[in-house]
Each structure stands twice: as C-alpha cells, then as structure tokens.
C-alpha cells in the first residue's frame, strides 16, 4: 500500500506545514510582549515603521473597514481611527491627528505606520536601537483572563467533550511557474467544502470533502470531486470517486494520536507548548453570532521558534512510520528537503463560545511558497532532460472557517462492511495513486 500511503502523509504534511511562520527575506523583526515575530514586508521610512494593515490587524486585535478606495476605518478597544492614503491627517472620534508618515498602499498590501497605531490602541511602543526592532507591550484580559489562559481553557473545555461534528469551506488559489513561465495561467482555483465528525474516545473520524476545481482546461469542465475518509484506532478507509471503501493500516501508530491528546489536556503541558512555538496572541472585540456571544483571539506566530517545533514535530510524525523500501525512505527525505525551504504566512483567528468555552469557530489565512528544483528529485537519466525545468515556483492562497458544533451527540460511523484491502498493484487503482 505503499503509493497512497506516502499520499496520505504527504497530505499530512501539507497540513503540518501550514502552521509554519514566515521566511521572507524582505522584513524586520518586532518583539511583542517579550517575544519575537518577524513581519514580512515591513520597512523603515524616516525613522517611521511600516507594517502591512492585515498584520497590524493581527497584532493589535483590530477590524478594518474602507470607506471609500483610499480611506479605511480601523476599530480596536472601544475606538476608530481612520486613515486616509497618502495624508499624514488621521481621524480619531472628533479629533484630528498628525501622523509621521502618511499610509502607502500597493499592488498587494496597505502600510501603515506602527508606533502611532500600535499606542493608540494601547501598547506602549519602545525603540532598540542596538537590534533595529521595535518593542510593543500590552496586557489584554477578557473577565479576568490573558488570551493564553483563556486558549488553555478553552483547551480544556473541548478535551472534555467527547464528540462533535464540523463544517467548513476553504479557497485556495495556485500558482505555478517552471523556469519563468507560467504553467497555470489563470491561476487555479478550488473550493473545499467540509463537514464531518470525531469521536475522542474510542477514536473515530469521518470528514467528507467536496472539492470544486475552476480556471483551467480541461479542469474546468470536470464535476465536483467527492472524498470520504473514515479513521478508527487502528484502519483508515478512503473513498475515492468512482471507487468503493478502501481500508489499510493506518499510515502512523495511533499511540501517537492518543499520546498527543493527552498531552494537550494538561494546561501545564499546553502552556509550554504554546511558549515553544513562539505564539503570540492578542484579543480582537467580542462579537455576537446569531444570537452567541463570542471572545475573540488572534493568533500570530515567532517564525524561528515554530519552525523549530514544525521541524520536531515532522521528524517525529515521520519517525513513527517505517519505509517499506528503499523507495519510500528515500520519498521521506524528498518530503522534508521540499517544506525545508517553505515560505509561509499563517494566521488564524479563534471565536471561543462564552457559555462553554468551546472553540466554535475558526478563520485561517495561509500562503505557501515552495522553490523547487525538480531535477534533484530525479534520476540521472531524468535530470538530463531538457523536458524537466530546473526551477518550479509554487504559490498557494488559502483562506478558510471551520465550525464546530452538535456538541456530544452520537457518533454516525459510515458503513464500510464491504470495504477491500487496498491493494496497491491492483491495475484498477492506477487513477487512485
């Protein structure tokens, strides 16, 4: 089963590497509330910093609304500011404010200036002149609570929980150029719809995935793609289109699945965790959601730190699977040299339900950036190939929510009685691999 074994780990993977920080080589380094985040883009401008709009969002927990082309509202803690591009005149309530630097806005982003927006919404900003950063400290709570402690909590909460169902939707935007020229042009575009549900104990998950591809042909006239995957604690099963229930060996041991889940009911242990990989968090306002009243975190990462534990945790998920040849040790090492070199954006946002404390609801943001040079994953007498470019440059968008709900109601396991073995020289599942 080796072919789609090392297809669900490289989908593993993907998902893995999602959650790692930013290397881009244009930026600076900020440190927030003692730790370190680098912010991609970010430049000086006479003494003045200048951060995209969509990061400071992040980091000061604010919302943004554009009046018109070139005026935006920026709401935080009880207050707006708004920002005209091009005028150093910012609106506070009835107040008219000089600012140092008038907001510039680009093909792809809108730079604002830090230090004025980070103390109006209530940081107190330093300059280290040795390490050229600028140092924002702020405490948030919401009834008592830090942004971590309430995370920890609400940790808690869902490890109590023994069953829930999700749903979800996820656009993702591909590009992709070989040796300068472009390989999709338009760009690909898919839409993933989601929806499934998971039983902790004993372990069980079912996620239905209906995928809507566009922009290319003949993709573009292709139907909806439809996959099902069931895992217990010891079989995964997979439905492809056109196929009937598949079961094989889970692609890792589920000790690791059960190990993992107690150490995140430990909020000693989750703490840590959090530290470790170089989180950092900030409250946006609370909101009400058809009729619920919501607290509101936001999630950004310290790229080096997280790239450390992304790099562990690999090696580790990696580590509990044991090649079945050669072939498949040496696919590992191609997995690891491809997401070594990854450039990444990720943010996310948690909406945690006040009456339970469950995380009901998720935003994520992710753009990935892989450089590869296929020719090395070659053999000699492929590399030799004028047919192979010798540079492939993938960016892929990803912006998504993710809901939980029907919390502890009965788990519905789908029917895979008549499910086969997979079989990987099966002839039939050439389309499959």
Same mark, same amino acid.
Do not use: H
């Given at each position: 089963?080796?072919?789609?074994?090392?297809?669900?780990?490289?989908a593993?993977v993907?998902?893995?590497?999602?959650?790692?920080?930013a290397?881009?080589?244009?930026g600076m380094?900020? *440190?927030?509330?003692?730790?370190?985040?680098?912010?991609?883009?970010?430049y000086?401008?006479?003494?003045?910093?200048?951060?995209?709009?969509?990061?400071l969002?992040?980091?000061?927990?604010?919302?943004?609304?554009?009046?018109?082309?070139? *005026?935006?509202?920026?709401?935080?803690?009880?207050?707006?500011?708004?920002?005209?591009?091009?005028s150093?005149?910012?609106v506070?309530g009835d107040?008219?404010?000089?600012?140092?630097?008038?907001?510039?806005?680009t093909d792809?982003?809108?730079?604002?200036?830090?230090?004025?927006?980070a103390?109006?919404?209530?940081?107190?900003?330093?300059?280290d002149?040795?390490?050229?950063?600028?140092?924002?400290?702020?405490?948030?709570?919401?009834?008592?609570?830090?942004?971590?402690?309430?995370?920890?909590?609400?940790n808690?909460?869902?490890?109590?929980?023994?069953?829930?169902?999700?749903?979800?939707? $996820?656009? &993702?935007?591909?590009?992709?150029?070989?040796?300068?020229?472009? $390989?999709?042009?338009p760009s690909?575009?898919?839409?993933?719809?989601?929806?499934?549900s998971?039983?902790?104990?004993?372990? !069980?998950?079912?996620?239905k995935?209906?995928?809507?591809?566009s922009?290319?042909?003949?993709? =573009?006239?292709?139907?909806?793609m439809?996959?099902?995957?069931? $895992?217990?604690?010891?079989k995964?099963?997979? *439905?492809?289109?056109?196929?009937?229930?598949?079961?094989?060996?889970?692609?890792?041991?589920?000790?690791?699945?059960?190990?993992?889940?107690?150490?995140?009911?430990?909020?000693?242990i989750?703490?840590?965790?959090? !530290?470790?990989?170089?989180?950092?968090?900030?409250?946006?306002?609370?909101?009400?959601?058809?009729?619920?009243?919501?607290?509101?975190?936001?999630? @950004?990462?310290?790229?080096? *730190?997280f790239?450390?534990?992304?790099q562990?945790?690999?090696?580790?998920?990696?580590?509990? $699977?044991?090649?079945?040849?050669?072939?498949?040790?040496?696919?590992?090492?191609?997995?690891n040299? &491809?997401?070594?070199?990854?450039?990444?954006?990720?943010?996310?946002?948690?909406?945690?339900?006040?009456?339970?404390?469950?995380?009901? @609801?998720?935003?994520?943001?992710?753009?990935?950036?892989?450089?590869?040079?296929?020719?090395?994953?070659?053999?000699?007498?492929?590399?030799?190939?004028?047919?192979?470019p =010798?540079?492939?440059?993938?960016?892929?968008?990803?912006?998504?929510?993710?809901?939980?709900?029907?919390?502890?109601?009965?788990?519905?396991?789908?029917?895979?009685?008549?499910?086969?073995?997979?079989?990987?020289?099966d002839?039939?599942?050439?389309s499959? =691999?």
């Amino acid at each position: 089963m080796r072919k789609l074994r090392l297809g669900l780990v490289l989908a593993l993977v993907i998902s893995l590497v999602c959650c790692l920080p930013a290397l881009a080589d244009e930026g600076m380094n900020l *440190k927030i509330n003692e730790r370190d985040i680098f912010v991609p883009n970010a430049y000086v401008d006479n003494g003045t910093t200048m951060i995209p709009l969509d990061i400071l969002s992040k980091i000061a927990g604010t919302s943004d609304q554009w009046i018109d082309d070139n *005026k935006v509202a920026i709401t935080g803690n009880n207050k707006t500011i708004t920002l005209t591009i091009g005028s150093t005149q910012a609106v506070s309530g009835d107040e008219t404010l000089t600012i140092t630097q008038a907001p510039v806005k680009t093909d792809t982003d809108v730079f604002v200036p830090l230090r004025f927006l980070a103390s109006e919404f209530g940081f107190t900003v330093n300059w280290d002149q040795e390490n050229q950063k600028a140092l924002l400290d702020r405490v948030q709570t919401r009834d008592g609570m830090t942004a971590m402690e309430l995370l920890i909590k609400s940790n808690q909460a869902s490890q109590a929980v023994n069953t829930f169902a999700m749903d979800g939707t $996820m656009q &993702i935007s591909l590009k992709a150029v070989a040796d300068g020229e472009s $390989m999709l042009d338009p760009s690909m575009n898919m839409t993933t719809y989601l929806e499934g549900s998971v039983q902790n104990e004993p372990l !069980q998950a079912y996620i239905k995935q209906k995928v809507a591809i566009s922009g290319q042909q003949p993709i =573009e006239d292709m139907e909806d793609m439809v996959v099902e995957t069931y $895992m217990t604690e010891d079989k995964m099963y997979m *439905k492809a289109p056109g196929q009937g229930w598949m079961a094989m060996d889970l692609p890792f041991p589920s000790d690791y699945i059960k190990e993992q889940q107690e150490l995140q009911s430990n909020p000693l242990i989750a703490a840590e965790q959090m !530290q470790e990989m170089g989180l950092v968090f900030s409250f946006g306002d609370d909101v009400s959601i058809d009729g619920k009243d919501y607290y509101v975190v936001n999630t @950004i990462i310290d790229q080096e *730190k997280f790239q450390d534990v992304y790099q562990q945790t690999l090696t580790e998920v990696l580590g509990t $699977m044991e090649p079945e040849s050669v072939e498949d040790a040496a696919v590992f090492e191609q997995m690891n040299k &491809i997401f070594d070199g990854a450039d990444i954006n990720y943010f996310y946002t948690v909406y945690i339900d006040k009456t339970n404390l469950i995380s009901s @609801i998720v935003d994520f943001d992710c753009q990935l950036n892989l450089n590869i040079n296929p020719k090395e994953f070659a053999t000699d007498e492929e590399a030799a190939s004028e047919d192979i470019p =010798e540079k492939v440059a993938i960016n892929m968008l990803m912006k998504g929510t993710f809901n939980i709900k029907d919390l502890d109601q009965p788990f519905v396991a789908p029917d895979v009685s008549e499910a086969t073995e997979f079989n990987p020289y099966d002839p039939a599942m050439e389309s499959v =691999e």
